[in-house]
């Protein structure tokens, strides 16, 4: 897939379609036509971290605590607990993603990247994103991040209606989610250490509170004896590892993650997958793209399933094929 990148695509729409395969053109009507904000350029210092990862805060969700249902188990301020939690009923949960009847139509294709999508997903929900190359994937991952507009239709995620923000407030959406790529966008001159932390020094966090932080969640991904190593010292898992820890490091509401097993073995995949679950019962929202069959069909979560920009398949406690 080809999620946004830290060059700058992140905060600057496009008309090149990011999953166009060269498939058959079909007819599409656009008669619809609504006016859209364009999204806001990356500022220069925090392009440097990969997407979304340079924009977590925790000031937007002074009740996250809550966010785990009734039960749940509280971090006290400044500390990451990834204890298994208890995780309210989805009929207690708050709705976090909403895609109304989105179509994204890019100019160099004939078809549609996304054509009238209808999804919503509750906090805390872990869904499982597949579908061949030029399904859709990337561009429903973009759009979330409003690094691209919808050509129609309402996107929301928690209190933000995306397609309607306006330039300034496109930084404060991607405070609440944090990314994770297949290939990892570590900065490859900065440690470990560094690399955490230099995601929140770009949204002005403190120096005690990083130093309070990033050991603590640096320890939670099994680094913390690793923190002074650089990149390419680490193993394919550990640079996945740091990647994760950057990307939670400020406990995001949603956390979407582009194919992150893709470049791993089947052994650290499930390490992997263990973390990102961890993360999942503190109460934070998991989307995540993946062609692993063999993931999607041991974890059993929520299956959405795209093809050629359709939604087809929309399934709880899914499999990968309708067929399995």
């Known amino acids: 897939m080809g999620a946004p990148h830290p060059s700058g695509a992140a905060g600057t729409p496009s008309d090149e379609d990011p999953d166009h395969d060269n498939a058959a053109p079909t007819h599409h009507d656009s008669a619809r036509n609504h006016h859209h904000n364009h999204p806001a350029s990356v500022h220069p210092a925090a392009a440097a971290v990969p997407a979304a990862a340079a924009f977590l805060s925790s000031e937007h969700d002074p009740a996250a605590g809550a966010r785990a249902g009734p039960g749940a188990k509280h971090d006290a301020p400044g500390q990451l607990n990834f204890a298994c939690q208890r995780i309210a009923p989805l009929h207690w949960r708050a709705v976090m993603i909403t895609l109304d009847h989105v179509t994204k139509q890019y100019k160099s294709s004939a078809r549609p990247a996304l054509d009238d999508v209808n999804v919503k997903i509750d906090k805390g929900e872990f869904v499982f994103l597949i579908g061949p190359s030029g399904s859709g994937k990337s561009t429903f991952m973009r759009l979330l991040l409003a690094a691209d507009t919808p050509t129609t ?26 990314c994770v790529f297949q290939d990892f966008r570590l900065l490859q001159q900065k440690t470990v250490y560094d690399n955490v932390a230099f995601a929140l020094e770009v949204i002005g966090k403190r120096t005690d509170a990083i130093n309070r932080v990033v050991p603590e969640v640096l320890e939670t991904v099994g680094l913390s004896g690793k923190a002074n190593r650089l ?28 194919e992150p097993t893709g470049n791993l073995d089947p052994d650290t995949s499930k390490d992997i997958m263990d973390l990102l679950e961890r993360i999942n019962r503190t109460g934070t929202t998991v989307l995540m793209a993946t062609h692993d069959h063999h993931i999607v069909d041991s974890m059993r979560q929520r299956v959405v399933e795209l093809s050629l920009g359709r939604l087809v398949r929309d399934e709880q406690r899914g499999v990968y094929g309708m067929d399995r």
Do not use: Y
Request: charged residues 25%; positive net charge; proline residues 6%.
């Open 153 to 178: 239709g309402d996107i929301r995620v928690s209190k933000f209606h995306v397609n309607k923000l306006r330039g300034r407030h496109v930084p404060k959406l991607r405070q609440v989610i944090g």
């Open 231 to 258: 990149p390419h010292e680490l193993s394919g898992g550990e640079q996945q590892r740091v990647a994760i820890a950057r990307a939670f490091v400020n406990r995001p509401l949603v956390l979407l993650a582009d």
